[in-house]
């Protein structure tokens, strides 16, 4: 399968690499797509089976950045991808688009709390909000897919990677979450793109995780002299660590389950990725790159967005 992918950050240069290994052919796009010919272009030009959009805007440092950036975070999270669409549907690719499971906030009205795809949004901040723009209005089109995912968890690392955001973090918020472990997520975007799915997907583990589970495992694996205060959610705007209260929430995937897709259970995966990630810690320290993959984060452990 030939596949161009727009993006070219942490998780688009991540799937590149781990589908080329599997032997699909895949082009990262160094085109930023600022209008509908911009990917059509590069479509025309590369004739893709399929389509990959792991562009978008998450802020830096966190998503904090978004709330006075408001037309800087639509163009990358809400016309970004409609161009890419409209594209796709002129040259009939199949477009799969990486949405947020941050559109979600706190528990959901079904009797076991959980989210589901078909249940509409709540999103309160900038970044929630251009997120689920983009989901309404490619939701409605033939031949895109949207593979929702919740705090990307890996055991490569990157500032993007929740166990590197928490572990640089001096103060953390125990919620519990759904979350996305790459690995995972890298062979179900595959198979969504094989099989052509339409419509959303939330791409997360099954079951959900504490904060505190989480750095548990790291103190286990990694740092057993690590340590963190812990804090309610709360204190993160009262303390004046985020400009706005995070999303916290989990997500049930029955559409992957309707397509027989499977993911692990989060806390198996999780515990098989922190093993993973001290061995990479322990590469990485040899090679003497240990900063590398220092957070540019500088608040707390309430930055749990995608």
Excluded at 90 to 110: A, K, M, N, R, W
Aim: aromatic share 6%; hydrophobic share 35%.
């Amino acid at each position: 399968m030939k596949i161009l992918i727009f993006g070219k950050g942490y998780i688009g240069q991540r799937c590149a690499d781990a589908w080329q290994e599997k032997g699909h052919e895949t082009i990262v796009s160094p085109v930023r797509v600022t209008v509908v010919h911009d990917a059509l272009n590069e479509i025309k030009q590369h004739k893709p089976d399929v389509v990959f959009n792991a562009a978008g805007v998450t802020g830096k440092p966190n998503v904090d950045w978004c709330e006075d950036h408001q037309i800087e975070t639509i163009e990358g999270n809400t016309n970004l991808p409609i161009y890419l669409a409209a594209a796709c549907q002129q040259t009939g690719v199949y477009l799969l688009h990486i949405g947020s499971g941050c559109v979600f906030y706190d528990e959901s009205p079904h009797p076991d709390k959980k989210w589901r795809e078909s249940d509409h949004a709540n999103p309160r901040v900038v970044y929630s909000r251009s997120k689920y723009a983009a989901d309404l209005v490619l939701s409605t089109l033939p031949n895109v897919g949207i593979g929702r995912i919740r705090m990307p968890i890996d055991w490569m690392p990157s500032s993007r990677n929740l166990i590197v955001k928490l572990a640089n973090y001096p103060s953390i918020i125990d919620v519990e979450n759904s979350g996305t472990v790459i690995e995972d997520m890298i062979e179900v975007f595959l198979q969504l793109m094989e099989k052509r799915a339409e419509g959303i997907f939330h791409v997360t583990n099954p079951g959900s995780i504490k904060h505190r589970e989480t750095m548990e495992m790291y103190k286990e694996y990694v740092d057993p002299e690590w340590s963190c205060e812990w804090i309610d959610n709360e204190e993160l705007v009262k303390r004046g660590l985020a400009k706005k209260g995070r999303s916290n929430n989990e997500l049930t995937s029955d559409r992957l389950t309707e397509l027989g897709i499977t993911m692990r259970p989060i806390k198996e995966a999780m515990r098989d990725t922190m093993q993973k990630y001290a061995q990479a810690k322990k590469i990485q320290v040899r090679d003497g790159d240990e900063n590398r993959d220092q957070c540019c984060d500088g608040g707390c452990g309430g930055c749990t967005c995608s």
